[in-house]
């Protein structure tokens, strides 16, 4: 199996919308060019805060779509 790692790191300490715009950026990015090139992405996500449960259950099933920019704002 042909497979890589990417690990995207933040400040836990002074979390900035922009950080997480970035993340976004370079997920999206990727998904791209996995599209392009036919294979895979599998995102893992490290936390969220509690009132964001309810958009998380609502991607996994399927309700809304996979633009992250939902989770973010």
Known sequence: M?????????????PTKDDKELELE????????CVE?????SVAL???P???QDQLNQYMDKRINGDLIHLIQ
């Open 2 to 14: 042909n497979a890589r790692a990417e690990y995207l790191g933040e400040a836990e300490q002074v």
């Open 26 to 33: 370079i997920v999206r990015n990727l998904r791209k060019r």
């Open 37 to 41: 090139s036919q294979r895979q992405i």
């Open 46 to 48: 490290e936390a969220f």
């Open 50 to 52: 509690l009132d964001f």
